[in-house]
């Protein structure tokens, strides 16, 4: 782990504090008038989830957690969990879904996600903007209802309800924003 001050930070760094560890969601750097500078801060508990506002002087060192990124191929769920593979050293590795939070509704079996990794511990997990996912269940479009921008619920085959255009059928594959959850386009 590295030391580094306040003045250093940025959005999306992982910190380690008090033994808790943090991403930085956000900062503001701020000089009044009077007094010393400090360093107005938004903080993630990695674990929890919780968030907490905290301020810190200016320069004061902080501990950097280095969280490392696997590239992992997402084989299979056994039960509630996820079972992931590295890419490199072909070790598998069971996730709880606690821990991938939203991505759980993005994972399709051979997706390859990048995990975050501080030691041996998973702490999250990285996707890439926009997935591919078949659509397992949505209504049939109507004849003749072409209203311009239209949509209709879609489920798709990870449990996730998106809204698509009339035209979209089941069993379809279409294109999905990770970020939004939007419909994308056809693949």
Avoid: C, W
């Avoid at 969280?67 to 039960?79: A, I, N, P, T, W």
């Avoid at 996730?95 to 509704?105: I, K, S, W």
């Avoid at 996600?113 to 591919?132: K, R, T």
């Amino acid at each position: 782990m590295g030391t580094i001050t306040t003045n250093d930070l940025k959005n999306g760094m992982t910190l380690d504090l008090e033994g808790s560890l943090v991403q930085v969601v956000d900062f503001q750097h701020v000089k009044p008038g009077k007094g010393h500078a400090f360093v107005r801060t938004t903080l993630r508990n990695v674990r929890s989830g919780a968030v907490v506002d905290r301020t810190f002087r200016a320069g004061e060192k902080v501990e950097r957690a280095i969280v490392d990124k696997r590239d992992m191929q997402f084989l299979y769920r056994e039960g509630v969990d996820y079972v992931f593979m590295d890419s490199e050293t072909y070790e598998q590795l069971t996730v709880t879904p606690e821990t991938l939070g939203d991505a759980t509704n993005y994972l399709v079996d051979s997706s390859a996600p990048q995990l975050l990794m501080y030691g041996e511990e998973v702490i999250g997990v990285e996707l890439p903007a926009s997935v591919q996912i078949i659509i397992s269940e949505t209504e049939p479009g109507i004849q003749g209802d072409r209203v311009s921008g239209a949509r209709k619920p879609a489920t798709l085959e990870t449990g996730l309800v998106i809204q698509v255009p009339l035209f979209i059928e089941k069993n379809e594959a279409v294109k999905v924003d990770t970020r939004t959850g939007e419909y994308l386009g056809r693949v």
